[in-house]
């Protein structure tokens, strides 16, 4: 009697503790499972165009009062005598910016650069956590330096149509792909790049982009074009609609 009582104890103590495990276990692996499902949430908002993340026509902190920004000697697309500029503050890496790209530019190519109505002057504000960003820009420059703004052009189009953004969405070794594919001189593409020669031009770009309030990307300063470069620019902050963009571009035509 007194080995079946203690045989009794013994099994009794031994369910206890494997429940008590199975339950300690069991609250871990679902307190895992939430903590790698809530850290995956925020990057998909931060780092993914597709996400419903509103971008706000003015950035916090701006009164909406116009900007004098200039075009400096950065690269025209459309009529350089066109009414309005806008000015586009960008990042070859930027999700937004490609998305802006992909879902706007094109009605604004078609409906105000392409018409004359509106000339568009790009310039670099490569983000430090997108890797390949500057050295995209400066390969921009380099088609520049063969082709003029009208090559410069083709070759930007080249780059946000190829690339999947979020900082290497382009390997670095396509620039010289892009370059012949677009009839380029290769080798004086490639020691252009491999030099750095723009490395100062987009550095200056960047430069100015923080002396006018953009820090992020894409910004745009749109406003009515001057002789001497410098427009009074009203700032859009973000992938707007293309609405956002006709309302301003309208006002300054009229």
């Not at 099994?11 to 499902?37: C, H, P, R």
């Not at 920004?69 to 005598?81: A, F, Q, R, T, Y």
């Amino acid at each position: 009697m007194p080995e079946n009582l203690s045989t009794l104890k013994i099994n009794t103590v031994f369910a206890g503790f494997l429940i008590v495990a199975s339950f300690i276990i069991g609250s871990l692996w679902t307190k895992v499972q939430y903590l790698e499902k809530g850290a995956s949430q925020p990057a998909l908002a931060a780092d993914n165009p597709s996400a419903d993340v509103p971008a706000p026509i003015v950035a916090p902190g701006d009164n909406g009062e116009p900007v004098k920004v200039s075009i400096d000697d950065d690269p025209v697309l459309g009529d350089k005598n066109a009414k309005v500029t806008l000015i586009d503050f960008s990042d070859y890496e930027c999700p937004f910016c490609k998305r802006h790209f992909d879902e706007v530019y094109p009605q604004l190519k078609k409906d105000y650069i392409d018409t004359g109505k509106v000339k568009m002057v790009f310039r670099d504000l490569p983000l430090s956590f997108h890797q390949n960003a500057p050295k995209e820009a400066e390969a921009a420059e380099c088609a520049r330096k063969q082709g003029g703004d009208q090559m410069y052009y083709k070759y930007h189009d080249q780059i946000f149509t190829k690339t999947t953004s979020n900082g290497t969405g382009l390997a670095l070794d396509q620039l010289p792909v892009i370059a012949k594919d677009l009839g380029l001189n290769i080798g004086q593409f490639q020691q252009c790049l491999d030099s750095g020669e723009f490395k100062a031009e987009v550095d200056k770009d960047l430069a100015d982009a923080a002396k006018v309030g953009a820090s992020g990307t894409p910004t745009f300063f749109i406003g009515k074009s001057t002789s001497n470069g410098e427009i009074d620019g009203i700032k859009v902050v973000g992938a707007q609609p293309y609405s956002a963009f006709k309302t301003i571009i309208d006002e300054k035509l009229k």
